[in-house]
């Protein structure tokens, strides 16, 4: 149980409360980034559904078992926000470079492609998308997707070099279209409901598992929907939150789930995750996992970074950024994660340049934390502008400039 999660106390843990049947009906897997912690949730909830004589093996081969392996089990919900396209760019290369070696991981590294791109699709599953106002637009992508799939899903036989690269770049394309146009930035309250639903529906074939990832950015409606799922959990259902900010889980919600912690990997730990699940070329060139996946950005980390803080340096010089040339040199913002790490950048900057200091002067320190926080509000209305209320990137940092001047 729990072979394909490396480096993580916390899947002992699991696995003894699995063998001795003290499984809680509500866990929170709670560590850092890029720890394990989907992996997990995905393993836990294969495990307890395994019909294999030896249960729980990752080689058991009993139908529930590869339903899960490829995220295809009827009894599997995965909702919350995730930034999944840097893995499917990264499993899609593994893939490749698999079948041109004619390597003996290419199972491995075709498993993982589709889990890397299913990880995407559930979250916009008829499940949870049923009665929702995008499900038109986003019926198509995922038909479009689900095609593609087919056609290198086990047990096909894979397509030649060629067709199967053509394949493997339609799909990326079509994942970043799908991420881009319709990922949310908190689960909506309709899909809370959704599946809280399902739930509740009697299953024909096994214990039944709700992930809701990133839980820590739940709005307070579904916050609120959530804990009266968990006040009265329906039976053989099991339910697993995951966050990075256990601290911003809401204390109701932590006094009804057992924690789980994943710890934070050494670098040669994630170096090591980074060489046996990617089978990645020279892993030592990167310090962290997350550092591995941005290097598929179309925009170097450090660019964007470095823009971020020319931005705030010029708007703090009195001077106007030339913004379109920034929105271009970004890529467009395009995919949302550059938009990310370029606020992440800017609020990081800011607080060296307004906050950093200190005053003996109380006035004065006052004034300079409200102005501060001033600034950091017009920063996340700017953000929200952009993912919530799809205002362009340009039209909300040209409102972010004059808000900063």
């Known amino acids: 149980m729990f072979e394909n999660l490396l480096y993580q106390h916390a899947s002992k843990l699991i696995c003894d409360d699995i063998r001795r049947n003290v499984v809680p009906k509500a866990m929170l897997f709670s560590g850092p980034e890029s720890s394990g912690k989907l992996t997990a949730a995905f393993e836990f909830a294969r495990v307890i559904s395994c019909q294999g004589p030896e249960k729980g093996t990752w080689q ?39 079948v041109a070696l004619n390597a003996s991981y290419t199972n491995a590294a075709r498993y993982l492609f589709l889990r890397s791109v299913r990880k995407l699709t ?9 009665d929702d106002s995008k499900t038109a637009k986003i019926s198509p992508v995922l038909t479009s997707i689900n095609e593609s799939l087919e056609e290198i899903d086990f047990p096909h036989e894979l397509p030649d070099a060629a067709k199967l690269e053509k394949i493997l770049d339609s799909l990326l394309g079509q994942c970043e279209k799908l991420e881009s146009g319709f990922m949310y930035d908190s689960i909506p309250i309709a899909q809370m409901r959704q599946a809280n639903a399902w739930a509740h529906l009697t299953s024909g074939h096994s214990k039944k598992v709700l992930i809701i990832e990133n839980a820590d950015r739940m709005q307070d409606s579904v916050r609120n929907a959530m804990l009266k799922i968990l006040e009265e959990p329906p039976e053989d259902v099991f339910f697993i939150l995951t966050t990075s900010c256990r601290s911003a ?31 990645a070329e020279n892993p030592e060139k990167f310090s962290s996992i997350n550092g591995f996946l941005t290097d598929y950005l179309e925009v170097p980390s450090n660019q964007i970074e470095s823009a971020a803080s020319d931005f705030l340096e010029t708007v703090l010089s009195g001077q106007k950024p030339d913004i379109p ?23 990081t900057q800011m607080q060296k340049k ?15 934390t409200a102005r501060a926080q001033k600034v950091f509000d017009g920063v996340r209305e700017t953000y929200q502008n952009i993912t919530i209320y799809n205002q362009t990137p340009q039209a909300a940092l040209e409102n972010l400039y004059e808000h900063i001047r």
């Open 60 to 98: 058991c081969t009993c139908p529930s078992c590869l339903m899960h392996k490829s995220l295809t089990h009827p009894d599997l919900v995965l909702a919350g926000p995730r930034d999944c396209t840097l893995e499917i760019a990264a499993a899609r290369e593994s893939f490749l470079r698999a």
């Open 122 to 130: 559930l979250r916009f599953s008829p499940v949870l998308l049923e």
């Open 249 to 279: 889980i809401m204390p109701t919600i932590l006094s009804r789930v057992r924690t789980y912690n994943f710890g934070v990997r050494t670098e040669l730990q994630q170096q090591d995750v980074i060489s046996r699940v990617f089978h």
């Open 325 to 347: 040339s920034l929105v271009k040199e970004m890529n467009g913002f395009d995919p949302r994660l550059i938009l990310k790490i370029f606020f992440k950048s800017l609020v």
């Open 354 to 368: 307004l906050v950093s200091g200190s005053s003996a002067d109380p006035v004065i320190l006052a004034v300079r």
